[in-house]
C-alpha cells in the first residue's frame, strides 16, 4: 500500500513538473494521463532506444517512470543556483543461464529541491530517503538527452522531476 501511495505522489509531483514552455497537461481522464506518462516503460527499453532517435524523441513526449538501482551518485554543485548531481541508475536481466544484460540511464537532479536527498560525502547515519550508492530508486522524469558513456555506449539522459528511495 505505502508503494501505490508513493507512485501516485511521484506521478501527480512529475506532471506538476513538466517545463513551463510546453503546453498544459491536463489528467483528467485515465486516458489522458496514460498519454502523459509513459509507466509501463523499462530501463531496459529506455536503454536499448538509446541508438534509435525517431523511439527516444516518441519517448521523450512523456514522463518515463523508471526503476533501478544507483550505481554512482555524483556531486557536482550543491549550490542553490547552480545545483547538479547525476546518478547512474542501473538495472539487469538474464539472457539465458549465463549472460546478465545491464540497462543504464543517467539521471541528472539539477533543482536544489534534491539537495536533502543527496550528499557530498555520505553521512555515517544516512536518512531512509537519502540517494546513495546501491540503493534502489523510483524515478519521474524525461528523456532530454544521450550521453556517451567511456565504453562508447549510447547511454540515456533523463531529467528528474522526482526521485524516491524505495525500501
Known amino acids: 500500500m505505502k508503494t501505490i501511495i508513493r507512485v501516485g505522489l511521484v506521478l501527480a509531483l512529475a506532471v506538476a513538473h513538466i517545463p513551463a514552455q510546453e503546453a498544459p497537461v491536463s489528467l483528467e481522464t485515465a486516458e489522458q494521463f496514460r498519454d502523459a506518462?509513459?509507466?509501463?516503460?523499462s530501463l531496459a527499453e529506455v536503454s536499448a532506444a538509446a541508438d534509435d532517435m525517431s523511439l527516444l524523441q516518441e519517448m521523450a513526449e512523456r514522463v518515463l517512470i523508471l526503476d533501478g538501482i544507483a550505481a554512482s551518485v555524483t556531486?557536482?554543485?550543491v549550490e542553490e543556483d547552480d545545483f547538479y548531481v547525476e546518478v547512474e541508475l542501473v538495472s539487469g536481466s538474464w539472457d539465458g543461464m549465463e549472460t546478465v544484460n545491464v540497462h543504464s540511464a543517467y539521471v541528472v537532479l539539477d533543482d536544489p529541491f534534491f539537495s536533502e536527498q543527496v550528499a557530498e560525502r555520505e553521512p555515517r547515519d544516512?536518512?531512509?530517503?537519502m540517494i546513495l550508492r546501491n540503493r534502489r530508486v523510483l524515478v519521474a522524469g524525461r528523456l532530454v538527452n544521450v550521453a556517451e558513456a567511456p565504453d562508447g555506449k549510447l547511454v540515456p539522459v533523463i531529467q528528474a522531476f522526482q526521485v524516491r528511495v524505495i525500501r
Open 37 to 41: 506518462v509513459a509507466f509501463g516503460t
Open 75 to 77: 556531486v557536482y554543485s
Open 126 to 129: 544516512p536518512p531512509d530517503d
